[in-house]
């Protein structure tokens, strides 16, 4: 799919490109946001769009041995880099996504969902009938407060959204390390019930070794 440098929705680009349906070209976006290829922002309407980034030609010599550096989704950021940054974390979020399409036997894909009351809200997989929603965390190791916040509020939107569409569907809270997970199925805690009483399940599906070792990489920088 080749992007206009002009800014873009995920609907006028399935338009212009052919792709169907949308949620393949929603899902090509937010994997070359995840590469830093590009950046999806609110539009002057609400909508997200996409914006190509700048980038400056490479030098000769990094062109010459671009064969010899790790993929994508396992790569080292450049030392100027923030520590906040969390390329290998969306990268990983894809590889989970896949991994629980396969567990629940139907396609997932990032979506944009168009509540009764016009507001649009993206979540990071849903199948095609909206049957199943899912956000999803990468992260390794123990849950830190704010972490634990960042997920409640995923939990939270999924809830709101189930609330206002037709229906009730399937609400998962994906995950890529038990650890991560334990403290959110841990129902002697007051938000380990409050989930289970929601229906919001938590599932974990594992990560290739050398995505978890580019994930703790990521936390490494964002913790110093």
Not at 21 to 44: F, M
Not at 136 to 145: D, E, P, Q, R, T
Request: hydrophobic share 40%; with cysteine.
């Amino acid at each position: 799919m080749r992007l206009s440098s002009l800014p873009l929705d995920d609907d006028q680009l399935s338009k212009r490109t052919q792709i169907r349906p949308r949620q393949t070209v929603n899902q090509i976006c937010r994997r070359l946001q995840a590469e830093g290829l590009l950046d999806r922002v609110s539009g002057s309407d609400g909508k997200i769009v996409n914006v190509l980034r700048r980038r400056s030609a490479p030098p000769a010599s990094e062109l010459s041995d671009a064969s010899a550096k790790p993929p994508a989704h396992v790569a080292e950021l450049s030392p100027d880099e923030p520590a906040g940054h969390s390329r290998e974390q969306r990268a990983a979020e894809t590889q989970l996504l896949e991994g629980l399409s396969s567990a629940v036997g139907r396609s997932l894909a990032p979506a944009v969902i168009r509540l009764p009351s016009g507001v649009r809200v993206e979540v990071d997989g849903a199948d095609a009938e909206q049957s199943i929603l899912v956000e999803c965390w990468a992260h390794i190791g123990k849950v830190k407060g704010a972490q634990r916040l960042k997920v409640l509020t995923d939990a939270f939107k999924l809830i709101w959204i189930a609330n206002n569409i037709p229906g009730r569907p399937r609400l998962v809270l994906c995950m890529g390390d038990h650890e991560a997970a334990a403290p959110f199925i841990n129902r002697r805690a007051w938000y380990g019930q409050a989930l289970a009483d929601q229906g919001v399940e938590v599932v974990v599906v594992s990560l290739p070794e050398e995505i978890r070792a580019s994930i703790l990489r990521a936390q490494q920088r964002q913790y110093r």
